[in-house]
């Protein structure tokens, strides 16, 4: 009987009470949950780690989960059950979500189906575990919300992180010029090989004037912002006449003075994957398996870290020197 009860538990990291790093406890008693009708259980080889699962777990996020919680959405692995609807997927089959219900820090996580896809044979698992919020998260601010257009301008603010990286690759994939910011040598070179025609250090003093330079008078069509509490006020001055910033990173208030958007009739648009319509997702699932297909879909992943020091993974996503990729937990 003892080893029937340890197969049906399984280690997670939970959540109970909102704070530093420090409260992310990984425990190895959590019961494995079952997929209701409609969902599958998923054995998490890698889990991606994001931003905002920091800000949630930290209590500032306007969306609080009921404690205790297991953190995590973005996962890849290998369906073990499926709930009696479910029909696109059967036991064994290689998947990534975008989404999960009991929380992808853990050995096993269930999902929603329509949240799950098939996952390449092109990939391996943490590369799977970099695609769901990044890539969605991209696509919404270049197209659902920043109305890009081919042969348009981007640039791209924190271009060498998960969603950063995605932007980059998209936007290449669609026709758009990129140019991306990032904050050593090896992200710009990240950048560059991921999609961007230029690359600026956003630690070197005169940047602005590096990418003003090389944008020549008409300034940028569109920006894609990681760190809006830095970036906003600047951002306002590199857009061209009508030009889009999309706030898709924030960590804190900035100022600005409002008459800049006037002056170029500028739009501050905030963007949260969270608050798509099932017909945005669908779209962004086809545009994005068609990538994997086409091959400028390359998800990349930086730094690993097993499932016990995920508060460390927590505290590096904020305060590292610089990002070099999707960050990743392996179970």
Not at 139 to 154: I, M, Q
Not at 197 to 217: L, P, S, V, W
Not at 277 to 289: D, N, S
């Amino acid at each position: 009987i003892a080893m029937a009860v340890t197969r049906n538990v399984m280690r997670a990291v939970r959540v109970f009470e909102f704070g530093g790093p420090e409260v992310l406890k990984l425990q190895s008693d959590i019961l494995i949950p079952d997929p209701e009708e409609n969902q599958v259980l998923i054995k998490v080889h890698a889990c991606g780690v994001n931003p905002v699962e920091t800000y949630i777990r930290s209590g500032s996020y306007a969306r609080k989960p009921a404690l205790p919680y297991t953190p995590g959405s973005d996962v890849a692995g290998v369906i073990e059950g499926v709930g009696k609807h479910v029909t696109a997927f059967k036991k064994g089959d290689r998947v990534f979500a975008m989404d999960t219900i009991s929380g992808g820090y853990a050995d096993y996580a269930v999902a929603a189906a329509n949240r799950v896809f098939p996952l390449s044979d092109k990939f391996d698992f943490k590369q799977g575990a970099a695609i769901g919020i990044p890539y969605f998260t991209a696509y919404r601010a270049l197209f659902h919300k920043g109305r890009a257009r081919a042969g348009e301008s981007v640039l791209v603010h924190g271009a060498s992180g998960g969603v950063g990286i995605a932007t980059c690759q998209i936007a290449r994939a669609y026709g758009l010029k990129v140019l991306g910011t990032a904050g050593t040598e090896e992200g710009m070179n990240v950048v560059l090989r991921n999609g961007a025609h230029q690359a600026f250090n956003h630690r070197e003093a005169n940047y602005i004037d590096k990418i003003k330079e090389c944008t020549g008078m008409e300034g940028v069509d569109l920006i894609i912002e990681m760190l809006s509490n830095v970036n906003l006020a600047t951002d306002l001055q590199l857009l061209s006449c009508a030009g889009r910033v999309m706030v898709v990173g924030c960590r804190g208030p900035i100022e600005i003075n409002p008459r800049d958007t006037m002056t170029k009739e500028l739009s501050i648009i905030g963007v949260s994957l969270f608050l798509a319509t099932e017909e945005e997702r669908r779209e962004c699932a086809t545009a994005l398996l068609d990538g994997i297909e086409a091959g400028w879909l390359k998800p990349v992943v930086g730094c690993a870290y097993p499932l016990e020091k995920a508060a460390k993974a927590h505290e590096d996503i904020i305060h590292s020197s610089g990002a070099r990729g999707k960050m990743v937990l392996l179970p």
